[in-house]
């Protein structure tokens, strides 16, 4: 490493956003290098394919260079620069034919006019564990599928805010929506994931 990586090694994000203003690659390199892991695993979460992950990482990091001159400072760089790749993420699976897949919306817990629970073939008072499935490797892939089947209104604030852990208010900006429609679309996406992992741990697909 050089005196002078050394030195930009050291700049805050701001301060290498300026430098690659004025034309200096080597900032924007860094900046790169700096947040490529993260865009990467953010739009490897939000797609779930890592060959289209690896082409929105580079089309957010294209779209971070062509905008750079509207970054004003307002929000922190990092900030900034994931909601760009959220977009380009958001996007491209709206563009995308998806093959028809089984929606996890029929794992909601249903109720019927009187108010009571109608879905008795799930036993909620085990579905409490399910958050586990989570964390436990050998069924981290389940649960990753699980995600990947949720309604795209559904998943993306899933992601920002339990997987990235974005607040509730960084998540609303993230996605031009109001903190009441995150917390509650993300309280459905939690019920129908705890729903089909509740499923999976009685033993049903």
Same mark, same amino acid.
């Given at each position: 490493?050089?005196?002078?990586?050394?030195?930009?090694?050291?700049?805050?994000? #701001?301060?290498?956003?300026?430098? !690659?203003?004025?034309?200096?690659?080597?900032?924007?390199? =860094?900046?790169?290098?700096?947040?490529?892991?993260?865009?990467?695993?953010?739009?490897?979460?939000?797609?779930?394919?890592?060959? *289209?992950?690896? #082409?929105?990482?580079?089309?957010?990091?294209?779209?971070?260079?062509?905008? =750079? #001159?509207?970054?004003?400072?307002?929000? $922190?760089?990092?900030?900034?620069?994931?909601?760009?790749?959220?977009?380009?993420?958001?996007?491209?699976?709206?563009?995308?034919?998806?093959?028809?897949?089984?929606?996890? *919306?029929?794992?909601?817990?249903?109720?019927?006019?009187?108010? $009571?629970?109608?879905?008795?073939?799930? +036993?909620?008072?085990?579905?409490?564990?399910?958050?586990?499935?989570?964390? $436990?490797?050998?069924?981290?892939?389940?649960?990753?599928?699980?995600?990947?089947?949720?309604? #795209? !209104?559904?998943?993306?604030?899933?992601?920002?805010? +339990?997987?990235?852990?974005?607040?509730?208010?960084?998540?609303?900006?993230?996605?031009?929506?109001?903190?009441?429609?995150?917390?509650?679309?993300?309280?459905?996406?939690?019920?129908?994931?705890?729903?089909?992992?509740?499923?999976?741990?009685?033993?049903?697909?």
């Amino acid at each position: 490493m050089t005196a002078e990586d050394r030195d930009l090694s050291t700049m805050t994000d #701001e301060a290498l956003v300026e430098r !690659a203003r004025s034309g200096d690659d080597a900032s924007f390199d =860094l900046l790169v290098r700096r947040y490529q892991q993260k865009v990467y695993g953010l739009a490897l979460r939000l797609v779930g394919d890592p060959r *289209e992950a690896e #082409e929105v990482l580079q089309e957010t990091f294209l779209q971070v260079f062509r905008k =750079l #001159e509207t970054y004003r400072g307002d929000a $922190r760089f990092w900030t900034w620069l994931y909601r760009i790749g959220s977009n380009v993420a958001l996007m491209r699976l709206r563009s995308k034919k998806r093959e028809p897949s089984r929606s996890l *919306e029929e794992y909601l817990p249903r109720f019927n006019e009187e108010g $009571r629970l109608e879905r008795l073939d799930l +036993d909620y008072g085990r579905v409490a564990r399910a958050d586990e499935l989570l964390e $436990r490797k050998e069924l981290a892939q389940k649960a990753l599928e699980a995600i990947q089947r949720l309604p #795209e !209104a559904y998943r993306a604030p899933l992601v920002l805010r +339990d997987l990235d852990e974005l607040s509730t208010m960084e998540t609303a900006k993230m996605l031009d929506l109001e903190p009441g429609v995150v917390r509650t679309r993300l309280h459905r996406a939690r019920l129908m994931l705890r729903g089909y992992l509740g499923r999976l741990l009685g033993g049903e697909g």
